[in-house]
Nanobody, 114 residues
Framework: QVQLVESGGGLVQPGGSLRLSCAVSGSLFSINVVGWYRQAPGQQRELIVT???????VYADSVKGRFTGFRDAANNTVYLQMNSLKPEDTGVYYCKSIDPPSSWGQGTQVTVSS
């Protein structure tokens, strides 16, 4: 089973940017679909972007136009570029292989606050 490890979280001011990384054990080519998820305080975990190996990425309305998820096969890494961050983007961010399924990682904390 592939394993994915998130990193890159931190504290950022509203309007700022942050790039999250998701390191994949093994080959990224073995993963057909990767998802980035977010769990805000007191809320359920939500899928915010789906990144297929082929085809279009799908974004949740809450992040569309501000976040970009992409794969870097050369580095076996999946990224989430987050721009124009808002306080409501605060939460723990997870990456997970959807196809084939993987287990959940520890996530990385993102806090958007002035």
């Amino acid at each position: 089973q592939v394993q994915l490890v998130e990193s890159g979280g931190g504290l950022v001011q509203p309007g700022g940017s942050l790039r999250l990384s998701c390191a994949v054990s093994g080959s990224l080519f073995s993963i057909n679909v990767v998802g980035w998820y977010r769990q805000a305080p007191g809320q359920q975990r939500e899928l915010i972007v789906t990144i297929p190996r082929w085809g279009s990425r799908v974004y949740a309305d809450s992040v569309k136009g501000r976040f970009t998820g992409f794969r870097d096969a050369a580095n076996n890494t999946v990224y989430l570029q987050m721009n124009s961050l808002k306080p409501e983007d605060t939460g723990v961010y997870y990456c997970k292989s959807i196809d084939p399924p993987s287990s959940w990682g520890q996530g990385t904390q993102v806090t958007v606050s002035s």
